[in-house]
């Protein structure tokens, strides 16, 4: 059976990983940082067949890679896909106001952890030279800003998107962007709260995984019909004619 490895797994997103793994009869290797994250998951998934879990310091540049080192020694099992969601603080706070403390701590949760997610699983994904898949979450905020703290943190993640699936274009690794522009929770709060239930929003990485057509994309998700309904467009883009319609605007 295969393996996802899920990254940021016991937040809103990742709860919806979990679940869209499970549903696809495949099982789920989560990393969380402590016993107490790991039975949140289980109480919000409401089970914990299927799941393996391992603890580790996603923010640390050597919490990843530990992991890999585990599952390289038969301590944990193999995995086949990944899909990386750690984020930090979704808060209010004008650009002039963000201390530079908050701004490093916000860059190490929501962007050095999940790039230290990919840089430390996608060798063992490439070596495996079959049927691969690696997913990230990002968000509309990064665009709009309207808090700037977790959108400046969206940035870099677009481009690191950008950039690995340039370089997956052509390999076993499916590399795939969700940019998610509407607000999704964990199934209790998100009932009590009015949006998108964690378990409605695992259709989107269940369609992934099995649509091996998607790949080198960011699968746009604006509103509940395109949940179902998956929207994506190419991340590689020929350099040349991007130019060639940035001066045809000019
Ligand atoms: N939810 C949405 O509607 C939405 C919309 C658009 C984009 N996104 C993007 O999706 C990503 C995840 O969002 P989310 O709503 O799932 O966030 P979340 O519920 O706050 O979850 C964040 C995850 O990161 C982990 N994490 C944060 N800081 C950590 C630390 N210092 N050490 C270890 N783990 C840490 C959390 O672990 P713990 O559970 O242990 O705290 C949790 O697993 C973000 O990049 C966000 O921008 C989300």
Redesign the pocket.
């Known amino acids: 059976m295969e393996n996802v490895l899920v990254i940021?797994?016991?937040?809103?997103?990742?709860t919806s990983a979990v679940t869209a793994a499970l549903r696809s009869k495949r099982q789920v290797l989560a990393v969380?940082?402590?016993q107490k994250?790991g039975e949140?998951l289980v109480k919000n998934v409401g089970t914990s067949e299927g799941i393996t879990f391992v603890e580790a310091?996603?923010?640390s540049d050597t919490g990843i890679k530990g992991v890999v080192e585990q599952v390289r020694a038969g301590k944990l099992p193999a995995f086949q896909h990944v899909f990386t969601?750690?984020?930090?603080d979704?808060i209010p706070v004008a650009l002039k106001d963000i201390t530079p403390a908050q701004l490093r701590d916000n860059m190490a949760?929501?962007f050095d952890?999940n790039f230290y997610a990919y840089r430390e699983t996608i060798s063992y994904l490439l070596e495996q030279g079959k049927p691969a898949t690696y997913t990230i979450?990002?968000?509309?905020?990064g665009d709009l800003a309207i808090f700037p703290l977790?959108a400046m943190?969206?940035g870099p993640?677009y481009s690191m998107a950008t950039a690995a699936s340039r370089e997956n274009a052509e390999t076993n690794v499916r590399f795939n962007e969700i940019y998610?522009a509407?607000?999704?929770?964990v199934d209790e709060e998100a009932k009590e709260h009015g949006v998108t239930t964690a378990s409605e929003f695992a259709a989107v990485y269940e369609g992934i995984l099995s649509r091996p057509e998607i790949r080198s994309s960011r699968v746009n998700v604006v509103d509940n019909g395109d949940i179902k309904d998956l929207k994506y467009e190419t991340k590689v883009l020929d350099p040349q004619a991007f130019l060639r319609g940035i001066n045809s605007q000019n």
């Open positions: 940021g797994a016991t937040g809103n997103i990742g969380v940082r402590n994250s949140k310091d996603v923010v969601c750690v984020g930090a979704y949760r929501a952890s979450c990002t968000g509309a905020m977790p943190t969206q993640l998610l509407m607000r999704v929770e």
